[in-house]
């Protein structure tokens, strides 16, 4: 065999450690390619085709290899100092192996292994204990009907009976009244005519229960469980818990909704999975078709009115990309690594944080903002397909939600806005819908700096909010009866940081780090905290695990009640409001604030999408010119002299805590900054009913400053 150094070097990058740092920088594709060596620049060949589809892509000058950054599998990047289009590329494991290098499988393009998935299943059970069943500690529940996949029949379910949940999407109709009591009958669901209504993913899970040695199977299309005629979304709660104490859920994360399940033999057809297989020297590598996120955001992107299952199954057995996978709060497997070859093992903890009883807004709006950028069915689904998941975390946010937004942190929730500047939130088709959450609105939104409460050394910037007026809701706009919101946190907040108060249950205090501990990333700490910081046993976080003060975290189990607000659509203060001049910003669909034309601007408002940004005259300017002029994106930078009045309302107050950007340094660090604002909404007004268009701030002292005028705002 001809020596070749590159070779040699590409094998050897997979004994790297993830400690450690090491590249292969090959160049151009041109100086890649030049090589007379056959293997690795046949690689390099596949990958360039690949890259030249997209003509958007910069030449690479930098082509290569890197390791270091995940166990046992190294990257092809088309620029090793930026990254930019990345292959993930895997060791095949020899029968000889002595090594662990070697984690990658070569698949059967049709079929898939069934024996992989019962080693997981049965590695769970060995390894994992009871920390993968039920995680999120939902309410127990036996279902009303379960499939007997050896009887192909329903069957009255009985207390204590182990089943699998089917997760898939279904457009189609139900079984009717008539159709449900003949299922019932042994061989039923064999029969030609059950079948021709049965989408083909029962059909086939059925049989795959059946083959991983499961006898019962829950499916919404046959197993009603409040009338026989009542839909499995009439009942969010019923839905969750049927999901979280399932022994394990099927989630179909690919294909149309008629399609069955492919790739099971000597159930279904074929599958059409395509490896990507390279030789090196004598090794086979292949390019990973799962890496990091994917399954979640995959499944979330193709199965939105599933998005609650897969948050509250413990263990999940998911097809897509035609592999199939399993997740359990322990552990990702992945049918292309062999058993206990996990790479990359990650399991978004948002949740977990949650439902153990910490009421962490960020993590509660990446859950949520993951599920509103999915396309669901209905959009009158966009908020039920996610209440069982609210009501779950309904135990940690005291109060519950009325309409998604945590009542504990209502005045800073109610500040949500899109995800980045250019993002465009659609305002949904649904009156019912209140203007002011966010699930009015499809796309993701953010509630930006979070509230200061975790301590999380990463973030440039924290926000502290105060309350400025009282909240009320009720179902009609005149007002009668209305129920007081209360925003206990806040409430609460300065108490929790008196250090003469006794600790809560559970918690530890802690010096706060210093400067020099923080490995050039000084901490931010809002007004009263900083001496200190709190750690609490049942709140694990490999990078976040401290918090700026404590509080009261609820015990939780599955016997915990839900708090569950009625559902109100009006919201009622006395507030200021104001009229400003807008105009376009450097900054996509972000407006400069001034007190008029000419005026330097003293806030910024998100508008919601480039509709609405329509509505501003477009100069014409060159924003990446005038970026280059300035040195600056700000939103004190306004695009032109031509803009519009807005009217704009006020919602709280904050403190925003920023750390300073050195470019000479290219990081941020002190001084740290501090700048109160106020949080507006820009409105429209029907028939004395506000509705909510944007959100965006005004600097405090500025805001004092104006002509404001109180007024009774009745928020729709």
Known sequence: MTSCKICDDILDLFGVPRSEHKEIDLGSFKDALASSCPSHTTIIADFQV??????????????????????????MVSDVKRLGMTWELLAVKKSDDKDSAGIGRILDPEWVHLDVVQTWRRKCRETHGDQCQNPLRVPPVSPKWLIDVNKNCVVPAEGGMPYVALSYRWTGGQPTKTTLPKLRQDG???DSEILAQMPPKIQHAMRLAAALDERYLWVDFVCPEESESASHSDNPDLMASIFANAIFTIIVAEGEPEDGIRGLQGISEPRTLKQRVFKVRDRHLIVRNSHIFSLEHGHGKAQPESFQDFKVSGR?????????????????????????????????????????????????????????TKDSTYDRNALADLTGLLNIFSRSFEGGFLYGVPETL?????????????????????????????????????????????????????????PITKWYTSTHPTGQPRRRIHSTWFEKRERRKDVNQPLPNGWER??????????????????????????????????????FYPFEVPEIDAST?????????????????????????????????????????????????????????????????????????DVDVPSAEPGKAVELVAI???????????????????????????????????????????????????????????VDLVLG
């Open 50 to 75: 690949l890259h030249d589809r997209h003509k958007g892509r910069p030449v690479p000058h930098h082509l290569g290899f890197l390791a270091g950054q995940v166990d046992r599998s190294i990257r």
């Open 188 to 190: 039923a669901l064999v």
């Open 316 to 372: 999940k057995l998911i097809l897509q990309g035609g592999q199939v996978h399993w997740q359990c709060a322990c552990s990702v497997q992945h049918e292309e690594l062999v058993s206990g070859g996990e790479v990359d093992k990650y399991i978004d903890p948002r949740s977990s944080i949650v439902s153990l009883g910490f009421p962490d807004l960020d993590s509660l709006g990446h859950i949520l903002s993951s599920h509103n």
């Open 410 to 466: 209502f005045d800073r929730a109610l500040a949500w806005r899109p995800q980045w500047s250019h993002t465009n939130l659609r305002r949904r088709e649904i009156p019912d819908l209140p203007s002011w959450s966010w699930a009015a609105w499809q796309g993701m939104f953010s509630y930006q700096y979070g509230e200061a409460a975790r301590v999380n050394y990463r973030e440039t910037s924290i926000q502290e909010t105060t």
């Open 510 to 547: 802690l010096p706060a780090p210093s400067g020099e501990d923080q490995k050039d990333a000084p901490q931010l700490y809002p007004d009263g905290c900083g001496k200190f910081v709190y750690r609490h046993p049942a709140f694990a976080d490999d990078f976040c695990d401290t918090w």
């Open 561 to 633: 009640p839900f708090d569950i607000p009625q559902q109100t659509r009006y919201l009622f203060c006395r507030t200021w409001k104001a009229e400003l001049w807008s105009q376009r910003s450097l900054n996509e669909n972000k407006l400069t604030l001034s007190k008029g034309p000419g005026e330097p601007g003293i806030g910024e408002l998100h508008l919601h999408n480039e509709e609405q940004l329509a509505l501003w005259p477009d100069n014409g300017i060159d924003e990446v010119a005038a970026r280059s002029e300035t040195g600056s994106s």
């Open 652 to 710: 709280n107050q904050c403190v925003v805590y920023k750390k300073t950007w050195h470019a000479e340094l290219s990081r941020h660090d002190y001084p740290m900054q501090r700048e109160e604002q106020v949080t507006v909404l820009w409105v429209e007004w029907k028939d004395g009913v506000a509705y909510r268009l944007a959100c965006g701030w005004v600097e405090k002292d500025a805001w004092d400053l104006l002509q404001l005028e109180e």
